[in-house]
């Protein structure tokens, strides 16, 4: 159950920051404000991120016993996939700070 209660969360936090990503996304606004407003949730996000790992690792100081270890598999998981979604909001955010040729075209 722990085994599934940790990537539940993990999928639950993915998909609410991908349905603010996608609600900043079809909102209808100027590129520069959307990639401001983007930029500021993938911060939060990234932040929110370092907390669980910082978390999650403090756990893994706590596990003790042999019942335990099954939990400390699932945490060094969890950590892992939190260091991927991280370098993923690193990467949409080079991107974002990047504006596309079109979205130059529409702000003159």
């Known amino acids: 159950m722990a085994k599934n209660g940790g990537n539940s969360f993990?999928?639950?936090v993915a998909g609410a920051a991908?349905?603010?990503l996608l609600g900043v996304l079809?909102?209808?606004d100027k590129g520069k404000n959307t990639r401001e407003r983007l930029t500021f949730k993938l911060d939060k996000y990234r932040e929110d991120l370092e907390d669980l790992v910082e978390d999650l690792l403090e756990e893994r100081k706590v596990a003790v016993t042999a019942?335990?270890?099954e939990g400390q598999r699932?945490?060094?998981d969890a950590i892992?996939?939190?260091?991927?979604?991280?370098?993923e909001v690193d990467a949409l955010k080079e991107r974002i700070a990047t504006p596309a040729l079109?979205?130059?075209e529409e702000d003159k």
């Open 67 to 69: 019942a335990k270890s």
């Open 10 to 12: 993990l999928g639950f």
């Open 26 to 28: 079809f909102a209808p």
């Open 102 to 104: 079109d979205e130059e």
């Open 74 to 76: 699932v945490i060094d």
């Open 80 to 87: 892992k996939h939190a260091e991927e979604l991280m370098g």
């Open 18 to 20: 991908a349905g603010a």
